[in-house]
């Protein structure tokens, strides 16, 4: 099967979810193809890990500020998706581990990045996540880093997820998504969790302000949406020698029913 390059555009948060799931429903069904995607999300959105508790969530100040909450197919933590490039990998993996798969999507991430100046590196190690989990902090996602995930001098920009499918044939099909943070927005997360005192809400502001950077700050101007879909799809280009077929989706009907 070939692969494909989808740029959705700026989608809302449910639409974004359930396309990811109908893409690699679309695979295990063995009608879809792999699939590279990029995309933004309006109104903005806060998405939760499969698993995580929505009384995690202050419901009454996401709704006053318009933002959207919506529950991600994939584990990890909350996300509030403002200013980022999301990416969508939909493949069967051929009996590779979850940390593998990782590893893969990350070098070409890397090889993407780079290519617009950012001296971006893979994380080495993996924080203990069930004692991590249980810590004030660890409600979002950005206030840690697991194992290769990508920084930059130390600091997280990029966080994913990872989900597998079971196809007729025996075959895993994997489903991983990530944030790619293009400005600052992002550590204003803080601001929509139910917390237990205003002190742990300070606390968790300066950690996301020393465990995270953003594209803007890495490369000191401001960078679009468009420039790092393109480099994305030069990172997987060049890393996994692979030439998808690109489609342009933004002002078009999308093809996968959902």
């Keep these: 099967m070939n692969w494909q390059f989808e740029n959705t555009g700026i989608r809302s948060g449910v639409f974004n979810m359930e ?113 991590l989990y249980r810590t004030t902090s660890a409600v979002a996602c950005f206030s840690s880093t697991g194992r290769y995930e990508i920084k930059y001098h130390g600091k997280k920009l990029v966080g994913s997820a990872q989900r597998r499918y079971v196809a007729d044939d025996g075959e895993e099909v994997v489903l991983q998504h990530g944030s790619i943070l293009l400005g600052p927005d992002h550590k204003q997360m803080v601001e929509f969790l139910n917390l237990p005192s205003e002190g742990e809400r300070d606390a968790l502001r300066r950690e996301l302000n020393e465990k995270t950077t953003e594209l803007s700050t890495v490369l000191n101007r401001m960078i679009t949406f468009e420039e790092v879909a393109e480099a994305i799809l030069q990172g997987f280009q060049k890393t996994w020698s692979i030439a998808p077929e690109v489609v342009n989706m933004i002002d078009e009907e999308l093809k996968v029913n959902i």
Excluded: C
């Design 19 to 131: 396309y990811d799931i109908a893409l690699a429903r679309a695979l295990v069904n063995g009608v879809g193809n792999p699939t590279i995607r990029v995309y933004a999300w309006q109104p903005y959105a806060i998405s939760l890990g499969w698993n995580q508790s929505m009384d995690e969530i202050d419901l009454a100040k996401t709704s006053a500020s318009g933002i959207d909450v919506v529950r991600r197919p994939t584990g990890g933590r909350a996300i509030l998706h403002s200013e980022e490039l999301t990416y969508s990998v939909v493949m069967r993996v051929k009996g590779k581990n979850v940390l593998t798969v990782y590893d893969d999507i990350s070098q070409a991430l890397v090889t993407g990045l780079q290519g617009l100046g950012a001296l971006v590196a893979i994380e080495k190690s993996q924080p203990h996540f069930p004692s």
